[in-house]
T-cell receptor
Framework: DSGVTQTPKHLITATGQRVTLRCSPR?????VYWYQQSLDQGLQFLIQ???????AKGNILERFSAQQFPDLHSELNLSSLELGDSALYFC????????????FGPGTRLTVT | TQLLEQSPQFLSIQEGENLTVYCNSS?????LQWYRQEPGEGPVLLVT???GGEVKKLKRLTFQFGDARKDSSLHITAAQPGDTGLYLC???????????WGAGTKLIIKP
């Protein structure tokens, strides 16, 4: 158990819909990262937050947005969903920003039908 | 563009064999991490290498950081079915705190 929690574990929704994925980092970790992993693919970095502020952006679509709250949990919002958005979405946390070990949650499997 | 290239992309071998997977770049890294991801789960850190030429061992797994800190290798001795998974390398380029990720090597060990 990494100490990172993600909800929900599975999500099935229709094209055009909007969903919110939630992540709680390990106790004491200030950085939260979001990744997308399509079937049999590597990790695609989406976005990072550090202590409530956006720190880095990767290949995140404009239809996607995220935020980190004062209690350090984070939410990833995906809107106008397309079939191609079906993937595993992972949240990871680290003690602070930088090349530190990242602890990954169990992921949310999103299926868009 | 800073890239980490992993090879091979896919490897399927019999239990008991040895194997090596590689993580290469043209960039210099301040550190490099190796993660293993099992199907349906999040990646888990195996090791971090920091010093050029560094060798770290984790039971049957041996990790090496290149002298120039541009590449790394993971060698598994006497592979077991429990070693099956996706092996990912991630590195922090010099002067950049953001980790970049390789695409991974998918390893299957057949009993």
């Amino acid at each position: 158990d990494s100490g990172v929690t993600q909800t929900p574990k599975h999500l099935i929704t229709a094209t055009g819909q909007r969903v919110t994925l939630r992540c709680s980092p390990r106790s004491g970790d200030l950085s939260v990262y979001w990744y997308q992993q399509s079937l049999d693919q590597g990790l695609q970095f989406l976005i990072q937050y550090y202590n409530g502020e956006e720190r880095a952006k990767g290949n995140i679509l404009e239809r996607f947005s995220a935020q980190q709250f004062p209690d350090l949990h984070s939410e990833l919002n995906l809107s106008s969903l397309e079939l191609g958005d079906s993937a595993l979405y992972f949240c990871a946390s680290s003690v602070r920003t930088g090349p530190y070990e990242q602890y990954f949650g169990p992921g949310t499997r999103l299926t868009v039908t | 563009t800073q890239l980490l290239e992993q090879s091979p992309q896919f490897l399927s071998i019999q239990e008991g064999e040895n194997l090596t997977v590689y993580c290469n770049s043209s960039s210099v890294f301040s550190s490099l991490q190796w993660y293993r991801q099992e199907p349906g789960e999040g990646p888990v850190l195996l090791v971090t290498v920091v010093t050029g030429g560094e060798v770290k061992k984790l039971k049957r797994l041996t990790f090496q950081f290149g002298d120039a800190r541009k590449d790394s290798s993971l060698h598994i001795t006497a592979a077991q079915p429990g070693d099956t998974g996706l092996y990912l390398c991630a590195g922090a380029p010099l002067g950049n705190y953001q980790l970049i990720w390789g695409a991974g090597t998918k390893l299957i060990i057949k009993p």
